[in-house]
């Protein structure tokens, strides 16, 4: 985990339907699998699909006093939305990670823009768009192991499903990579 402090406060957030209850579900696994304490919190409006949606993480090393996120050190929003509402929220010094779409339709300053929903459609299904980003917020956020993550999300979804969220993820944790690596390079 690259939080100093040795607390990683997460938000995901989005439109319901986009599977990012899941996404904070497999983050908090992978975090539990890790030796973290762990506190994973959701909320979502009142309709089924579209409404504001948000899944809340925080990994730490030791107990945790309060489970509420109010500043996250990592922001994923996959939504304008989402971002109008909790783009401001981000701790001193936290990330943003923002979908090309929603930077298409907002400005985003300083966020990491990335494209979460045309990787997942390259991968053939826009449903695995929350295991991109997550891929993508793992690997930049250091919050667990790549093979934790990925046997976190073997245990979340269905059998037949697998490999295509371990495509996604994969898929995400390169584009987390190579966001690395160009500020490494930028950093020189």
Known sequence: MNAPSGVLRVRLSGRGGQGLILAGLVLAEAG??????????????????????????????????????????????????????YGGTVAVGGVRIVDRQVAAEVAVGDAVVLPLVDTAQSLGDTIVTNIVALGALVSLSGAAGRSTLRDALRGRVKPHLVEMNERALAAGWELGEAVTKAALAAAR
């Open 32 to 85: 539990s699998r890790e030796g973290f304490h762990v506190v994973q919190t959701q909320s979502y409006g009142p309709e089924a699909r579209l409404g504001a949606s948000k899944s809340d993480v925080i990994l730490s090393r030791g107990e945790i006093a309060f489970p509420g996120v109010t500043e996250p050190d990592v922001l994923l929003c996959l939504s304008r939305d989402a971002f109008t509402k």
